[in-house]
């Protein structure tokens, strides 16, 4: 009788080899890895700036909530706008997160408050009257999880074991981005190439009034407010094997390719890699715009060697993985990643229409008794004063225009210039 209910005993003990082999996947995905960054520049005009910020906190006093934030900031017409970025933007995109949340919540909130940080920013700078603008390529990096939120031609870029190079960012440039120079004509601003005497024109397409040749920026508010803030975002879960971010202003990518800088510092520490880079970029081109690289290295816990050798051979298989996917294919590739164990597509989402980036909220999303509050500036706002980002939209025919989230009344005055359905009416001094 004994040695049966000792039989069935152990019988219960054992553990099929999936749920093991499962088991220890999570909790080797759950060790932190170790994130060393270099940093290397060479300034020509002095409206290039960065953030570097290791020791973020989702819960304050919580070691192991930690995050880190890089960003670069390429002004335009000056440094200001550049400066107040690199000042707002963090605490902005922070404050648009809900409180108390998981770590995983927190993650999924991230994109959306990432628009609405950008937006905030933009409103505020521009309040000032003045007609500096910058481009921003800000990044968390969250253990494994990287997010990535754009405007301009700034980029970020991930290369991985075995050299797999793929792009984080869409450049917003109106010479390359076709869809985006529909979408400024489509809301009132006019695209053309700067016409010289004889009526030749010559140089980049612009958008005018302005002359400016992106499509988004921070600031900027003398071009029009077709101009947007809002960012491209997407948001990726390496594997445990890590991998290394690029991030740089477009005076790297005007003389190297995603994979040409990737190649070019290879086997090199994070430091000795940014400064590589931009040697790399000043020997092809020359110091013509301000030049600007970090380096993020993303590694294992157990691995004391930070760089990933050189590939010997470029596999056709996993470069056919990893060109430059398009918005539509994003959700096939992101299944070919995971399947490979490289690196997972959690978002993407480059629209420029608030609404669409803001979605829907739930009824029982509202916590505060009696109030709403703005989705963009995080201001309460009373039942009667709140506007729904959907009222009057028609991108979605379940929107209901009752529905959250909600904005306060210079929050929506914004979303509608943006849109091209009226001025700001905010004045140039």
């Known amino acids: 009788m004994g040695s049966t209910v000792e039989r069935h005993r152990h019988h219960h003990d054992l553990v099929p080899l999936a749920a093991l082999i499962s088991r220890e996947m999570r909790s080797e995905k759950m060790e932190k890895p170790t994130v060393r960054y270099g940093h290397a520049a060479q300034s020509r005009k002095g409206e290039d700036y960065f953030l570097t910020k290791t020791d973020c906190q989702r819960v304050q006093g919580n070691p192991s909530s930690s995050f880190s934030v890089f960003a670069i900031f390429d002004g335009h017409n000056g440094n200001a706008a550049a400066t107040f970025s690199r000042d707002h933007l963090l605490n902005h995109v922070l404050s648009a997160i809900p409180r108390a949340l998981g770590r995983d919540e927190w993650l999924q909130a991230l994109p959306r408050a990432l628009v609405a940080g950008f937006v905030k920013t933009d409103k505020e700078f521009q309040s000032k009257g003045q007609t500096s603008g910058t481009t921003v390529t800000f990044v968390i990096v969250d253990r494994w999880t990287v997010s990535v939120a754009s405007v301009g031609d700034s980029r970020c870029i991930l290369d991985t074991q075995g050299g797999a190079v793929t792009d ?8 390359e981005n076709i869809a985006e120079r529909e979408r400024v004509m489509a809301s009132g601003g006019e695209v053309g190439r700067l016409s010289i005497v004889g009526g030749v024109e010559i140089g980049p397409l612009r958008c005018w009034p302005g002359g400016l040749c ?8 003398d071009v029009g407010e077709f101009i947007v803030p809002i960012p491209y975002v997407k948001q990726v879960k ?9 991030i740089a202003s477009d005076g790297i990518w005007d003389a190297l390719s995603s994979e040409k800088a990737a190649k070019s510092c290879r086997g090199l520490p994070a430091e000795l890699a940014a400064r590589q880079v931009v040697k790399e970029a000043l020997r092809i081109r020359g110091l013509k715009d301000d030049t600007t690289c970090i380096v993020v290295d993303i590694i294992p816990p157990d691995n004391s060697v930070q760089p990933l050798p050189p590939p010997k051979k470029q596999n056709k298989f996993r470069a056919l993985l990893f060109r430059k996917n398009s918005q539509d294919s994003a959700t096939k590739l992101s299944k070919k990643l995971s ?7 959690l978002f993407e989402e480059g629209s420029a229409m608030l609404a669409e980036r ?7 999303g509202q916590t505060t008794p009696g109030l709403f509050m703005c989705a963009v500036c995080q201001i309460d706002l009373a ?9 009057g939209s028609i ?11 909600f904005l306060c009344a210079d929050c929506r005055n914004k979303k509608d210039a943006m849109e091209g359905k009226r001025p700001s009416g905010v004045k140039v001094v």
């Open 168 to 175: 984080l960012t869409v450049d917003h440039r109106l010479e």
């Open 214 to 221: 992106l499509s988004r920026s921070i600031g900027d508010m």
């Open 238 to 246: 390496l594997s445990n094997v890590g991998g290394r971010l690029i």
């Open 339 to 345: 399947a490979v164990g490289i690196v997972e597509q």
């Open 358 to 364: 803001l979605g829907n909220d739930e009824p029982s």
């Open 383 to 391: 039942a009667s004063e709140g506007i729904s980002v959907h009222a």
């Open 395 to 405: 991108f979605s025919m379940s929107s209901k225009p009752w529905q959250g989230p």
